[in-house]
């Protein structure tokens, strides 16, 4: 019996710190720490934004005739092994959008999470999440928000000292990222297309 209340002691004392910081604090260091060492690990970043389940990261075309590419946050989880969390998932969906009105599918990604998965011309990745319950004793727990990171090869990166968390968004001044509402968009079905309104 005293052997286990040494052993629930020091799980409680250890997991304490725990509960008031994110996932990716525990696994990757601090946000900041964890964006620069995605950026050295993963891939070079140009540009990042903070995206609520339900959006879409858009990062637009260079000119009107270019499409946009749409990469919808379908879903996060967070497992948990007691009070740790063992493993993180967030699946996307991307479109390529002609016009602001033609969807035509162009991925589906099971899980980014601290990897790349391309997208057009370039790369995505998530490097952080937030919004969630915390399990004290085991579980999954569904993912409000992630940090989706972005890299286009052409580009120049963004200097490791001029990433920036206390933004929502962030990107070099030669990509356009935009944050939009994706769940609550009206749109129709035309075979695998979607058409937007």
Do not use: C, H
């Amino acid at each position: 019996m005293k052997g286990f209340a040494i052993f629930l002691t020091v799980i409680l004392v250890a997991a304490a710190p725990a509960a008031a910081i994110s996932v990716s604090d525990i696994l990757k260091g601090t946000t900041d720490a964890a964006l620069r060492q995605y950026s050295r690990q993963v891939m070079p970043v140009d540009g990042w934004a903070k995206v609520r389940k339900g959006e879409a990261l858009v990062i637009r075309g260079a000119a009107f005739w270019n499409p946009d590419y749409y990469v919808v946050f379908r879903e996060g989880k967070v497992r948990f092994w007691g009070p740790i969390p063992r493993s993180v998932d967030v699946s996307v969906e991307a479109y390529k959008v002609y016009f602001g009105i033609l969807a035509v599918p162009a991925g589906e990604y099971q899980d980014i999470w601290w990897t790349r998965e391309r997208v057009g011309g370039g790369w995505v990745g998530d490097f952080f999440v937030s919004d969630f319950k915390w399990r004290w004793f085991g579980g999954e727990s569904d993912v409000g928000k992630a940090w989706i990171a972005y890299n286009a090869p052409g580009i120049t990166d963004l200097a490791a000292e001029d990433l920036n968390l206390n933004l929502s968004i962030q990107s070099v001044p030669e990509l356009e990222l935009e944050v939009v509402e994706w769940e609550s968009r009206k749109k129709m079905q035309l075979g695998k297309y979607l058409l937007l309104r």
